[in-house]
């Protein structure tokens, strides 16, 4: 068998772990109750102690905020709220400084109905930028050109009174999208990849990658006979039209020859919501394409051994040559995993995201444990839930304030937070836990302290042991050393075959076994997870 390779040949995101930050929700410092990039750069040592590699930060770009950002006025300047480009500046020196690589996001799909390009676009007909965007007559009884639904809820059409057109939008009106067929767009939206590259950041991670084109021929998007009442009302159809598209590899590819024509290995990671199969084409030929097309299947599979141990198989079993493999727990999109799963299988769900073979992603405030907050309705943000509301689609419970301490604004801010901080922030909050070596923060570091010393566990060869019961158990093995992954998935007591020679425990998610040695079996409690090894 070929010697493994040493860690120093993988590429950073290879073995390294990416921290997503909500800037709105991370750290105010002054007083707005929104955070913003100098609260960031105060908090960058949260990020250092813990032990990851990467700050993803979610955007920062001016904007009118019709989605928080995700509806970009300007790619190449900082909201006022957030700060100025002189502070986004020192924020990556600051990050540099102390060894963390930092990734912006970029909104390729569509920009704000505010952004400069689409007033001029919808100003006429003949404008040079008319078709930067997405504009169609009607349909022949003067409706919307097809049925496609916008993600949001609603047509994804929008009809344009003074010019006598729709545009579409594949989330909100207020999110044209922008015609990713056009070379002029194109250019205009690569520059944006430059000014960024040429400031220092390290990767994007590339919004909705998965909407970037649509059917040129509008053709209508099925109706989808699985739609009960109750599900986001944009799945009656299936958007076999809207989304998926081949072309979009070409887009990607041409993302990607930017972001390669710098130094360092810098990266890109997609966003695209898409069965296994279908999300391996964004590797891209030949690896052209995306280093990371997030893989959010863990978001939505059945809690089960079985299906985990499944999944992981199927998703090992798909990549392409060469490409590398991510999990993702936790986004400002979804339920908290505290939520999803509960407080004592999230830190068994945290075990599972840092032994996996992959790059994990982790989501802000779970290394705490924050779990939803129920927003009442006059406190709702979240455009989405204003459109569709009580399907329990709205993302505000998962964005709240990141809880720094137990002072009445968390440490996070001196005025009144934009979002609330939820009845837990007293309890449930950095610094409380980091003075309790039990906390959930004490064993995020353990298990990122421990993947940096075994390099088995971020760049090891991964193999499934057994998935019986309520138990998982892995193999993960390089350079001659092999640790095991036992992972009690249920609330009954499990005793596990383990016979690997020489063998102690390594980490508990309980945190009190660290040592104790394994003599062909081992005892995991309810809601145990146990990393044994030499
Ligand atoms: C992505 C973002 C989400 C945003 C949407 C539209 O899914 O993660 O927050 O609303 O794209 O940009």
Known sequence: MAADRNLDDFAWWQSGVVYQVYPRSFQDSNGDGVGDLPGLLARLDHLVTLGVDAVWISPIYPSPMADFGYDVEDYTGVHPLFGTMEDFDRLVAAAHERGLKVILDYVPNHSSDRHPWFVASRSSRDDAKRDWYVWRDPAPDGGPPSNWLSEFGGSAWEWDEATGQYYYHAYLKEQPDLNWRSPEVRAAMLDALRFWLDRGVDGFRVDAIHHLIEDEQLRDNPPNPGWREGMSPTRRVIRIHTMDQPEVHDAIAAMRRVVDSYSGDRLLIGEAYLPIDQLMAYYGTDLSGFQLPFNFHLLSTPWEAKALAALIDQY???????????????????????????????????????????????????????????????????????????????????????????????????????????????????????????????????????????PALSVGSYRRVSAEDDVLVYERAHGGRRLWVLLNLGRDLAMVDAPVEGAHIRVSTHLDRDGEPVAGSVRLRPNEGVVIGP
């Not at 299988?345 to 994990?360: F, H, N, S």
């Not at 137990?406 to 909050?429: D, H, I, Q, Y």
């Open 316 to 454: 090992e079993a798909a990549l392409p040559p060469g490409g590398w493999p991510n999990w993702v727990l936790g986004n400002h999109d979804r339920s908290r995993v505290a939520s999803r799963l509960g407080k004592a299988q999230a830190r068994v769900a945290a075990m599972l995201l840092l032994t996996l073979r992959g790059t994990p992603t982790l989501y802000q405030g779970d290394e705490i444990g924050m779990t939803d907050v129920p927003i009442p309705p006059h406190l709702v943000q979240d455009p989405w839930e204003k459109n569709v509301p009580g399907l329990g689609l709205g993302r505000d419970p998962a964005r709240t304030p990141m809880p720094w301490d137990g002072t009445p604004g968390a440490g996070f801010t001196s005025g009144k937070p934009w979002l609330p901080l939820g009845p837990e922030a007293t309890r449930v909050n950095v610094t409380a836990q980091a003075a309790d070596p039990g906390s959930k923060l004490a064993l995020y570091k353990a298990l990122l302290a421990l993947r940096r010393v075994e």
